[in-house]
């Protein structure tokens, strides 16, 4: 579960009511679904929802299968009452496990799906990748830490959470349709 926005308009970093070294805290393990029913409030809302499936298809597509997304921007902010603007794009950090037997060709295209301009531009997904089947290096947690730092506070260095998505086909495929059936309700499409 995702808790609702707080009064500054963040997710906040630990569930309201627990205990702070509680494991209901951020990053929260969340479905697609439970995400295209919480942040499904507006048609541009809609639009990167619909993009960021599309990317994750586009993974499955290219055999990232194994592996979970962290979700962040403002995209998980409430950033219409925040700064009166919709979200551009949502931020996304996949841990994923590399498929076998990648050829040279099929390297090179998987790795295009991590070109930041390019996937903001296909499916407003600000896309990052990081590589799970391989031994984890001192690099490997310094950029995890980064992560995990930049993205548990604003630029005004105020604590906010984040949310984590397993990578799903089936959980997709049924937020895929929930999506589509919330754009023709509220005229999204």
Known sequence: MIPDWNITGLIPPIMPGVAGHSDERSPYSVTSLDIV?????T??????LKGFLEYRQDLYNHGVKEGFQWLNGSFTQDIERQESRPPNDMDV????????????NKMKTLHQLFDTDAMKTKYKVDAYPFVL????TAPDIKMISYWYSMW???RDGIWKGFVQ???????DTIALNTLQLIAREDGYE
């Open 133 to 136: 089947n391989h031994q984890i």
């Open 37 to 41: 029913n919480q942040f499904t409030t």
């Open 43 to 48: 048609k541009e809302r809609y639009l990167i």
């Open 152 to 154: 548990s506070h604003t």
């Open 93 to 104: 950090v996949t841990f994923f496990i590399l498929p076998e037997n990648l050829d040279d």
């Open 165 to 171: 998505v397993a990578l799903s086909e089936t959980d």
